[in-house]
């Protein structure tokens, strides 16, 4: 089977009178639209991902992820669409959820494991599919030096050059691939990253271990309201307007972090007048659903 994607992510400017006092201009690429399911930079992280498991002559994919993983959803759609099985390992006892009840839906075996286990991928690959000679192993939120190659492919889609290029970072993965893709433009664009952890300066070696070049590039670490999945009221109230006035869905988890940042340090005259800032929509909105009752 062809593992092919049409891809339609079109870049839009979004308008604000806060942007006009600074003179910015704003633009998000759409990359939410690519797929609802193998949704944003997912569907990027896993093209060549899955070209290799073909390549290789595997039909089972197993990959890991948390009980809201966006990238065990993706995995498990994209599997079923491109003929693969699929085998979710999940992080922490069992449960169920929307995210869950979707990737069951597209045929993904859930495995579950205490969080200690967890941390070593390889070793559960083997304990739980050692002797499946089909199994592919594709690591937790599909970091690879694969899924880097498939997120420079993003730069290729710019109608034009930014001044600035805004994305959320979970495994850093996907801010690796669009460096790599600036580069290989010769794009003198200023890349952003706002990791969504605590603590996420180490997201800079993340990013690096996938980077073709040495590159310079920003992170902003003070954006995490708190940890991975946290927010506060601030950053939902936040969101609610975001979405009210641009009818763009962003969640709590990766965007709207992102988005929250962008706003914050737009107001706070980081940028140049007369800057062209883009920011990633990178996807994700069931996350949305996970987190209905802090709205
Ligand atoms: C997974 C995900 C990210 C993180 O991507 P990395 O390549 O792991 O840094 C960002 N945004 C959304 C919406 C995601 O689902």
Known sequence: MNIHLEIFSPVQPISNPMFDARGVKVFIKRDDLIHPMISGNKWRKLKYVLKKAQHQHKTHLVTFGGAYSNHLLATAAAAAKFGFKSTGIVRGEQVDNNTLFLCRLHGMQLKFTDRD???????????????????????????????????????????????????????????????????NHQHKTTF???????????????????????????????????????????LISFIKNFVADTGILIEPVY????????????????????????????????????MKDRF
């Open 117 to 183: 286990s967890y941390r070593d991928k390889p070793a559960l690959f083997k304990q739980f599919l050692g002797d499946d000679e089909q199994a592919f192993f594709i690591d937790e939120g599909g970091a690879s030096a694969e899924g880097a190659l498939g997120c420079s492919e993003l730069v290729d889609e710019l109608p034009e050059i930014y001044d600035h290029i805004f994305c959320a970072c979970g495994t850093g993965t996907t801010a690796a691939g669009i460096i790599n893709g600036l580069n």
């Open 192 to 234: 952003n990253a706002v990791p969504v952890f605590k603590n996420g300066g180490f997201i800079k070696d993340e990013i690096d271990r996938f980077l073709t070049h040495p590159a310079n590039y920003n992170v902003y670490t003070d954006y995490h309201f708190g940890g991975y999945g946290k927010a506060n009221h601030e």
């Open 255 to 290: 965007t709207g972090k992102m988005m929250y940042a962008l706003y914050d340090l737009i107001e706070k005259g980081k940028f140049e007048p007369g800057s062209k800032i883009l920011a990633i929509h990178s996807g994700g909105i069931w996350g949305l659903l996970g």
